[in-house]
């Protein structure tokens, strides 16, 4: 991860919304442009910073010193890193610390940090005085291909993960691509299961460029910042298309029904992150897709060798520290996803590059597909 740091020309991708579109700028090196970005969208508009501690001690010092040059009063609120943050405690403190430092609704809250971040922000900036406009600025890469593009806010609640919250679009979003480079390689691996996510779901032919340039979407650089534009064109097309996700917005899902069931089972703990979680979901779905016919074992087997020549779990026994039960799993699925008359909606597929949403999968079908793979 040691490409030059120098602003080359950001590419801009459109999120089409009506009077809520926006724009994500997308380059190595854009914090620098942070200041003057806000600047011109909100002239003599405050900046307040929320961020968490690990960010904070790589980034918040640029992000501050670029909002500052470009005459912006800042201020800065931060907190503890990881998922505990999304908590009704936090919003309190941010919402709070927002009011003390005088931020008004002319004013910009500025989400700089990773997905925890990003939804807690966005959270806290829709129901501060009903309603902050918000920048999101994401550093890793999860974040930048996917929770930082939408509008999806929130936090967690002792009944489940990111079971309170709004819809609350960004009014910009500058991925910096460089900032990744502090990012752990763990984390930037996660990352890329959303990544090559958008090849699996309608997009064949970047699923095979991603195959063939992985290596140089991991070391940063003009491929890195490539793979990152596409996926949110293809983020922000779907959003575009299923702001609230009646419809379309569920292929974004592809992988997520089974990979949260080994992620709760997990603890949602360091065992196993999200997206690792979703690389796991994403061979299941395609195996299990190959299972019921619907494509060929060899096009299952080829997302699963993706997969893992990255470094992801793709079976079961990859995840450390034991496997959880069959029952367990089912119980955990049916959980998370609405069963309706012993039947499950799944994010399935025809082939790589072609999801599609189905919703009446058999529970006992799920449930012999995954005996096997857990034996
Ligand atoms: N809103 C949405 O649409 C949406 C979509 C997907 C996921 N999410 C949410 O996103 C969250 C996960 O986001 P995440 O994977 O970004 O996790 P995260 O925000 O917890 O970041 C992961 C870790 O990396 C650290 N970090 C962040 N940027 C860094 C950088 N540049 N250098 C060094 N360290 C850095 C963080 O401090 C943290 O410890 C979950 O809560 C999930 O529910 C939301
Ligand atoms: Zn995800």
């Not at 793979?227 to 779907?238: E, Q």
């Not at 575009?240 to 029904?257: C, M, V």
């Amino acid at each position: 991860m040691t490409a030059p740091l120098r602003v080359a020309e950001p590419t801009t991708v459109r999120v089409d919304l009506g009077e809520r579109s926006y724009d994500i700028a997308i380059g190595r090196g854009l914090l620098a442009r942070l200041g003057t970005r806000v600047a011109a969208l909100r002239p003599g508009a405050a900046a307040a910073i929320v961020t968490d501690e690990t960010v904070a001690r790589h980034h918040l010092a640029a992000a501050e010193a670029a909002l500052a040059a470009a005459g912006a009063r800042t201020a800065r609120v931060i907190v503890p890193p990881g998922e505990m943050s999304k908590s009704w405690r936090m919003v309190e403190r941010v919402c709070d610390a927002l009011l003390a430092e005088r931020i008004e609704r002319r004013d910009l809250v500025i989400a700089l940090g990773g997905g925890v971040v990003g939804d807690l922000a966005g959270f806290a900036a829709a129901v501060t005085r009903r309603g902050l406009d918000v920048v999101q600025v994401p550093t890793t890469l999860l974040a930048q291909v996917d929770s930082s593009v939408g509008g999806k806010t929130g936090i967690n609640s002792v009944h489940g993960k990111n079971l309170v919250g709004a819809f609350h679009q960004p009014v910009l979003v500058i991925a910096d691509t460089a900032l990744l480079d502090t990012l752990s390689a763990r984390e930037f691996r996660a990352g890329y299961a959303e990544v090559a996510k958008y090849g699996l779901i309608n997009d064949a032919g970047f699923f095979g460029w991603l195959e063939a340039n992985w290596r140089e979407v991991f070391a940063g650089g003009a491929p890195r910042d490539h793979a990152i534009a596409v996926s949110c064109r293809a983020k922000a097309a779907i959003v575009a298309r299923d702001e609230r996700e009646t419809g379309d917005r569920q292929l974004l899902n592809l992988g997520h029904t089974f990979g949260h069931a080994f992620e709760a089972a997990a603890g949602f703990s360091d065992r196993l992150l999200h997206g690792e979680a979703v690389a796991l979901g994403m061979a299941l779905a395609f195996a299990f897709s190959a299972r019921l016919e619907l494509l060929a074992a060899a096009e299952a087997d080829r997302v699963a060798a993706h997969l893992a020549a990255v470094g992801l779990p793709t079976k079961p026994a990859d995840i450390p520290g034991g496997i959880p039960g069959l029952d367990r799993l089912m119980e955990l699925m049916a959980q998370d996803k609405k069963v309706k008359r012993g039947r499950l909606t799944f994010i399935l597929a025809r082939g790589i590059g072609r999801s599609f949403i189905a919703s009446d999968i058999e529970t006992s079908e799920v449930k012999a597909f995954l005996a096997e793979k857990l034996a």
